[in-house]
Structures are given as structure tokens and as C-alpha cells.
């Protein structure tokens, strides 16, 4: 059995058509490659400004940290020169009291002699 002149034609249009397929599935494939590259990079941009917006938030909470201790060390510094500036005055008050002491014992030595003294005058002046 032969193949007869329009089976033969139709053979070669259905080739020319699956070739035409063929060629725009080939096209459509590249088409998606790139489209595929594309959305890859636009991710990747994406992730590299998102990841870029943390790391400048994180760094604008450092600095606002950084200030924080910095004040922060500022008033210990001026709460450190209060209390030194407390303790020598508290020192000196403190000499100042053992002064006193010391001053009130040697009155009261002077007394106690004193006492003793009257004591015995008027002993003797009673005898």
C-alpha cells in the first residue's frame, strides 16, 4: 500500500506543525529561563535591601544605645565627684568630732583633778 499524495501532504503539514511546536516550545522555554533568572536576581536585590534596612536599623539602635551609656556614664561620673566631694566633708567632720573627744577627755581629766583637789580641801577643812 502506498501512501497517496494528500496522505503525504498532510504528513508534511502535521511535520511543519510539530516542528513550529518544537520551535515555540524552544522560544517559550528561553522566555522562562530568563524570566526565571530575572525573578532570581529582583529576590536577591530584594533580599540585599531588606537585609541592608535591618542592618542600618540595627546600626541606629547601637547608636542610640551608644548615646544612652554614654549619658548614662556621664551621670555616675557626676554622682562619683558628688560622693567624693560627700566623703571629704563626712572625713572632716568626722576629725573634727575625734577632736572633740579628745578635748572633752582632757576636760574631763582636768575636772576629775579639780574635783579630787575640792574634795580634799574640804576634807581637811573638816578635820
Keep these: 500500500m502506498g501512501v497517496s499524495k494528500e496522505e503525504s501532504q498532510l504528513l508534511k503539514e502535521q511535520s511543519a506543525t510539530t516542528e513550529q511546536i518544537l520551535q515555540q516550545t524552544s522560544y ?3 522566555q522562562m529561563e530568563t524570566s526565571i533568572s530575572h525573578i532570581q536576581r529582583v529576590a536577591e ?7 541592608l534596612g535591618t542592618v542600618e ?4 539602635i547601637v547608636a542610640d544605645v551608644q548615646s ?3 549619658e548614662h556614664l556621664q ?3 557626676q554622682l562619683m565627684l558628688e560622693l567624693s566631694s ?3 566633708v563626712l572625713g ?3 576629725q573634727h568630732h575625734v577632736t572633740q573627744q579628745s578635748e572633752l577627755k582632757t576636760h574631763s581629766v582636768v575636772l576629775e583633778s579639780r574635783i579630787s583637789s575640792l ?5 581637811a577643812g573638816e578635820q
Design 92 to 94: 572632716e567632720q568626722m
Design 45 to 51: 536585590e530584594t533580599t540585599i535591601e531588606t537585609t
Design 75 to 77: 551621670s555616675v561620673q
Design 119 to 123: 574634795q580634799q580641801t574640804v576634807r
Design 28 to 30: 517559550l522555554q528561553q
Design 57 to 60: 536599623h540595627q546600626r541606629q
Design 86 to 88: 560627700y566623703s571629704q
Design 68 to 70: 544612652n551609656m554614654q
